[in-house]
């Protein structure tokens, strides 16, 4: 009687067991999902690299994955829906100029995180003058950077100076360091490979603090209107993967080093040091930033656009007003 008892109740155990396994897989099948992507391998890109190697975004009930696509291709995908969401530069104002329904969620970074290196013989901007400079592509972050401290700096872009296209930043500064250009803009630790070669800084356009959308989040309309409960859950993840950067020094450098590649302490550091600084606790779009991008677009349709339909805030509002990203900070 007593086995038969033991086997009854092993019997229920087991089925409990199984109905448990069953509702967790039913569970997790039932989770908003989202495909992330981010298009740099640079300190900017740190705050989704948190979340997601920390398990954030699975911490507040949202599945998502994470892909690597370089520069303009990354905005390109969440125009046409094979991503949904991600970081990126000001490209998605670009293609939003051209009909597509890209959208900012949130910020990363509000200005510049540049530093022009070069040919030694260049000490100032102003000796760019009859020069070529480069950038990554055409509409890039760097190329907009570079017209715009060409300017500031008295100098017309493609008059004055000749801007060439490298592709990407390791080929900029290969096209720097065999004479096709004089200088480039650079971030860490691409600055380190540019001292070896015997490269200067011309001029640190980070302390300039240029206001550009720099990298935001972005996504479509399409995506809030259909997985609005998806999006609040990876801003959950988002602004909590912020405080850890901010709170956590040696945690973000770690994740840092996993997707750089990089062991070196130095450089990792100067990432760190570098972004930062232009982190905000509630990242929300700034509509100077949006309109500084429109100012230097190349579509004569930047003149006329408002900046407001570039950016939606009322996610992040809803979370900041429900006690969330505070309550992050209080720990």
Sequence with gaps: ??????KINLAAVFVLALQLLIGAQAGAAEAPNLRGVYNAL?????????????????????????????????????????QDIGLVGNQAIDLGLEGADTVYVAD?????????????SIKSVADLKGKVVAATQPAASSDYALRILLRKYGLTPDKDVKIIYAGSS?????????GNAVAGLMTAPAIYA???????????????????????????RRVLQQKPDAVMRYLRGYTEA?????????????????????????HLEAV???????????PYINKKVVEAVLDVVKSPKGVQAKPEIFYDNSFLQKLDASGFINALYAR
């Design 242 to 266: 912020i405080s850890v950067i901010l709170r956590d020094k040696e945690t973000a450098i770690k994740v840092i080093s996993k997707y750089m590649k990089m062991d070196n302490r130095q």
């Design 42 to 82: 640079g300190g900017n890109m740190s705050v989704v690299w948190v979340a997601q190697d920390l398990g954030l975004f699975t911490k507040h009930g949202l599945q998502h994955s994470l892909d690597y696509l370089a520069a303009t291709t990354a905005v390109q995908a969440i125009a046409a829906g094979s």
């Design 170 to 178: 390791p080929a900029l500064l290969s096209m720097i360091k065999g």
């Design 194 to 220: 540019a001292q070896e070669v015997g490269l200067k800084e011309i001029v640190n356009v980070t302390e300039l603090n240029i206001p550009f959308l720099f990298v935001g989040v972005a996504t479509t």
């Design 108 to 120: 990363t970074a509000s200005r510049f995180l540049f530093q022009l290196y070069g040919d030694p």
């Design 1 to 6: 009687m007593i086995q038969r008892l033991g």
């Design 272 to 282: 760190y040091n570098e972004f930062t600084p232009v982190l905000q606790r509630v």
